[in-house]
């Protein structure tokens, strides 16, 4: 029959889910649903159809811009999750679950309502799937769509007998933090309303319209007590659907409706009926809350170690020791602790280990054991300094002594050179005399050579060389023997002083071998 419906917000649909996306990332609650009778076009506002790209609904479009921004926001660490709930026959079905499409309806888990203390709705059988990307999201509706109950009624070719709610799930943290923040989107499409007096369907069809319009009353009831303000009892539990949308009715949510009307002459009792709810539903205010609480993560951590210490101060209360020793993470850690608390310069700073008397213990022992081995490693710097100390002086004093005899030596030979020198003089003189004289007594008076003689004066210049030659090998001779007598003298004083004395034993290096010498004696 096609699609004749009416869209009241269809002048501008898709500002709707960009107001629920930016509360959703703030951190609110957010709820959109579809209002109306069959085949005024819940389904198609929704979802959307298949044919076009431009005929994508409200879901598709709100993943579009959801993923849009959290990859523009870099600032906090996100994570979604998608879940599809559909409830059939006043029974919930995971629309996700891998197992619907080889299993009966009957045969599947069905998805039940846990309350907890502070009236917080909890759906068992109800999977979660995380989707990092726009592309799994999709996928994730898609197949969710697949497994949905759909028969062909008088009024619809492809009525959806079921309703419908797809859950974005997304938490945000900001890094470091011990804050996070949860939000849920839901994005309903409720069964269309149909009177079966006009529709004249029977079997299970009939059955699935009564279903389908009993939890619609018991919505219209919920929306009538809401918008009375002397009402103080909500009948949430009389029907699946409303204990589930606790919340997005009257609770920690922002809601939209979309009402869809169908354009038929025959159809404007439903469409005044239409309209009418949405008038109850306009008149009820919600207040909405930041949804904000602790890293469950970081709570686990907070409380194990408040029971740890509770345990330790309970111990030391009743005398109750721990005999048991202390593991190797756990020594490990403490060790860790203790170099941490070294190393921060803050005066202030103090080292937590808790009221476990067996990690005082060995924190005392690791200090001990870091106390002495900072005082052993004194001693051996100061010994080694001390050690150095004492030997620089001894060195010094063994320099200064060794050249004191070194000058002395210097002295002794110049004293022996000088001495040398005199006694050569003295034997060269010694020696010209006795030759002289020799020379003299070898002549005869009468000889030709005398002096002065008319002789010796005609002879005198032939004899004149071999005089010269006899007297320098007379001073050679007499030169070697004075000498030899020299030298004998002073290697038999160096000889007797360094017996007498051995620290001067290196200085006999400075003279030849006397082996050598006593040859060179020969």
């Known amino acids: 029959m096609g699609r004749p419906s009416l869209n009241l917000s269809y002048t ?53 811009y959801i993923f849009e921004q ?45 309350e907890d203390p502070d009236q917080h709705i909890h759906l068992k059988n109800l999977s979660l799937h995380q989707a990092t990307t726009e592309e799994e999201a999709l996928n994730l509706l898609f197949l969710g769509d697949t ?17 419908c709610i797809f859950t974005v799930h997304l938490t945000s943290k900001e890094p470091g933090s011990a804050t996070l923040r949860r939000a849920k989107l839901h994005l309903v499409d409720l069964a269309g309303s ?19 319009n009993l939890s619609l009353h018991y919505l219209e009831q919920v929306i009538i007590a809401l918008s009375e303000k002397r009402r103080t009892h909500i ?27 169908s354009l038929e002459k025959r159809n404007i009792d439903e469409s005044i009926s239409t309209c009418r709810f949405a008038q109850r539903v306009a ?66 700073s103090r080292l937590e280990v808790g009221a476990d008397m067996r990690k005082i213990h060995h924190c005392f022992h690791h200090f001990k054991k870091l106390l002495n081995d900072k005082d052993s490693m004194k001693n051996t710097v100061s010994s080694t300094t ?59 008076r009468n000889s030709p050579f005398i002096p002065g003689s008319p002789a010796a004066q005609s002879t005198s210049v032939p004899s004149a ?21 020299v030298l004998f003298c002073v290697f038999s004083r160096i000889q007797s002083s360094s017996v007498s004395s051995p620290a001067s034993s290196p200085l006999l290096c400075l003279l030849p071998h006397p082996v050598l010498f006593c040859v060179f004696l020969v």
Request: proline share 4%.
């Open 12 to 64: 501008s649909p898709w500002a709707l889910d960009s107001l629920k996306g930016k509360s959703v990332l703030a951190g609110y609650n957010g709820t959109i649903f579809a209002y109306g009778q069959t085949g005024s076009g819940k389904t198609f506002t929704i979802t959307g159809g298949a044919e076009r790209y431009s005929d994508r609904g409200i879901i598709p479009r709100t993943l579009s």
């Open 70 to 114: 959290l990859q523009k926001d870099s600032s906090k660490i996100y994570t979604t999750h998608i879940s599809y709930l559909e409830i059939y026959n006043e029974c919930g079905y995971d629309l996700l679950d891998p197992r619907h499409e080889a299993s009966k309806l009957e045969d599947l888990p069905k998805v039940t309502i846990l």
């Open 147 to 163: 497994n949905r109950m759909i028969a062909e009624t008088p009024m619809n070719q492809a009525s959806t007998r079921s309703h």
């Open 194 to 212: 149909e009177r079966v007096a006009k529709t004249g369907v029977g079997g299970l069809l009939l059955t699935e319209a009564k279903y389908i």
């Open 235 to 261: 009948p949430y539990r009389n029907s699946l659907m409303t204990s589930v949308l606790r919340d997005s009715l009257g609770g920690n949510c922002v809601t939209t409706m979309i009402a869809t009307l």
């Open 283 to 348: 008149l009820i205010k919600n207040e909405a809350v930041l949804n904000e609480e602790i890293d469950p993560k970081l709570m686990i951590t907070r409380l194990q170690k408040e029971i740890a210490d509770l345990k330790a101060e309970l111990a030391i209360a009743t005398g109750e020791w721990r005999t048991e020793a202390l593991t190797e993470e756990e020594l490990h850690q403490l060790e860790k602790l203790i170099a941490s608390f070294l190393e921060d310069q803050d005066p202030e």
């Open 386 to 444: 001390t050690h150095q100390a004492c030997q620089e002086p001894l060195k010094d004093e063994e320099h200064t002594k060794l050249r004191d005899l070194l000058k002395q030596r210097d002295n002794e030979i110049n004293i022996l050179v000088n001495m040398l020198k005199k006694e050569k003089k003295k034997t060269q003189d010694a020696l010209l005399l006795s030759y002289m004289e020799k020379s003299d007594a070898r002549l005869p």
């Open 465 to 485: 060389p071999s005089q010269a030659q006899d007297l320098s090998i007379c001073r050679h001779r007499s030169s070697l023997l004075h000498r030899k007598t």
